[in-house]
């Protein structure tokens, strides 16, 4: 008989418009506590990045921005607010495609995306805000880890999800950004398949994967559901990061 | 009191290998039965792509391919078996990107993927057989549900899920190539988020997350396990295709 792997999702009910300078761990554990949906070893905390970029803060007012030469020739370029292009091009690396309407660019974290991840959408403080993504989301992910252990003796691996585009195809995917105590990326390279056959190079980009599974929970307009618990799946490695599934820019033929 | 939303996946265990001519559907529902695990309205059925190939009999001989010139040029700049080249490029539209091991395509289906989704590992047949993908994945899709609706009155989604790499990223993640009975891309273009902004654009690639999601448990090594049930979604339309999801060449940066 073989093997019946299941996997359990929930969203995590009635969390509160997160603030700078939140305890966001202290507010998922009570509402997940007070909806009877207590986190358990070898769970998957999905949260979305814009809920830790706002308890750490980082906002910046359109006003407050001066634009640079290059930025206000990108943004006649591209059709966007010359300030808010200042902010991309402060978060990034590289320009990857330019267009009226659309800026992708290697954001300085590695990951290629459009506007840097800067967003808009959900946030109270009207549209003279913008919202930078947290600093360092790997760095965030194993910090609420260590927390939700600390707190409650809980061994939970951590994803801080957001939402890309991609080449390709139409519509946004979940991805992780930043995560500690899973596999980001689960290397089949060496297993044999069905029949014997050693499998030349099967990685499987876990991370992101789970990140979608939570997306189709927590929505991205008025939900308001940024925290997702993954139960049941089976975290062989414990020790990936989201910079793992980096692609560095000599090994991609897109960039 | 916000809702709590909830899903639950599991792979159908026992499924044996598929043969040419295999009733898959009849196959999946006896194994689901088996198991205790009877699919219900509004499940989604998440099918590998390969068994449904195989129950197609999409197998070719590479000792009965001819290859072309153009065939045996770009083997030779890759580094791969001309014969497999060749059938590359007969279930192609286009040639994306090419390097030592590498073969990008636009398949004929329309969505860009390595090798044209043909497959060599977990076929019985051995070293000189491939398997191309299924002829039409959504039509397959679309048969399958009107299949299981015919045989036991369930109302249930259907995706032919597909491995693909990406761009600017490591590792692979599911994707639809099929899919009947549920929005492909979910458009939440018009709603307004938390704050009462309207959303400018965002659109959910929602089967791609289904097929990402029922990743998590399928595997792609020696798991055998080709079938998952994603129960608990909030299916609002019930029309979507896999090709809805298709960016067409001329809105697409970096085909």
């Known amino acids: 008989m073989s093997r019946a792997p299941r996997l359990t999702a929930f969203a995590i009910p009635a969390i509160p418009l997160i603030r700078s300078g939140d305890d966001i761990v202290g507010i998922i554990l009570a ?55 200042e902010l991309i091009l402060r978060e990034s690396n590289a320009i990857s ?41 790997d ?35 979940g991805v992780a950004i930043g995560a500690a105590g899973l596999p980001a990326v689960k290397d089949l390279r060496g297993s044999r398949d069905l029949y ?18 939570a997306h189709l929970l927590s929505g991205e307009a008025d939900e308001g559901l940024p925290a997702v618990v993954i139960r049941g799946l089976d975290l062989s490695a414990r020790h990936g990061r989201a910079a793992d599934m980096i692609r560095s820019a000599e090994h991609d033929l897109y960039r």
């Open 31 to 85: 509402r997940a506590a007070a909806a009877d949906m207590q986190m358990q070893d070898g769970d998957i905390l999905v949260i979305a990045s814009k809920i830790v970029a706002k308890a750490e803060g980082r906002y910046l007012r359109l006003s407050e921005v001066c634009s640079s030469e290059r930025a206000d020739a990108l943004a006649a370029e591209t059709g966007k607010d010359p300030r808010l292009v």
């Open 97 to 137: 495609r330019k267009r009226l309407g659309v800026l992708v660019t290697e954001h300085r974290l590695g990951f290629v995306s459009a506007n840097a991840g800067i967003d808009q959408s959900n946030i109270e403080a009207g549209d003279d805000a913008a919202l930078l993504l947290p600093s360092d989301p």
């Open 139 to 173: 760095g965030a992910a194993a910090a609420i880890r260590a927390d939700i252990k600390a707190r409650c003796s809980i061994d939970a691996a951590v994803i801080i999800s957001d939402t890309h585009g991609r080449a390709f195809r139409v519509g946004n995917i």
């Open 196 to 213: 014997g056959r050693m499998l030349e190079v099967t990685q499987l980009a876990y991370a992101d994967l789970v990140a979608s599974a």
